[in-house]
Nanobody
Framework: QVQLVESGGGLVQPGGSLRLSCAAS????????MGWYRRTPGKQRALVAS??????NYADSVKGRFAISRDNAKNAVYLQMNSLKPEDTAVYYC?????????????WGQGTQVTVSS
């Protein structure tokens, strides 16, 4: 039983900043990877940023503006979003991935709305 809960979304003006948080609750799990995806209406979820084994990966559209960080002890992951643009408006989803018995398990949060508008 894994539940991922996102927080920190909201309305921000272009050029502003937000920090998204995601924490796992329920039974204890360890994840080899955690990340953030986003989706606009009618579109597929797309990777924003991920972290695994101390390395990070970012979508080209957010490089230099967003930063992902993780607290392994807390099973938490964060996304610092700076210099926000209207194009960043989306629902942001937390993702966590675990390997158990040679099987990949993906877990998803409910999503948090980020709106960038003047």
């Amino acid at each position: 039983q894994v539940q991922l809960v996102e927080s920190g979304g909201g309305l921000v003006q272009p050029g502003g900043s937000l920090r998204l948080s995601c924490a796992a609750s329920g039974n204890s799990f360890s994840f080899f990877g955690m990340g953030w995806y986003r989706r606009t209406p009618g579109k597929q979820r797309a990777l924003v940023a991920s972290t695994s084994g101390g390395s990070t990966n970012y979508a080209d559209s957010v490089k230099g503006r967003f930063a992902i960080s993780r607290d392994n002890a807390k099973n938490a992951v964060y996304l610092q979003m700076n210099s926000l643009k209207p194009e960043d408006t989306a629902v942001y989803y937390c993702n966590a991935r675990a390997w158990r018995g040679g099987v990949v398990y993906d877990y998803w949060g409910q999503g948090t709305q980020v709106t960038v508008s003047s």
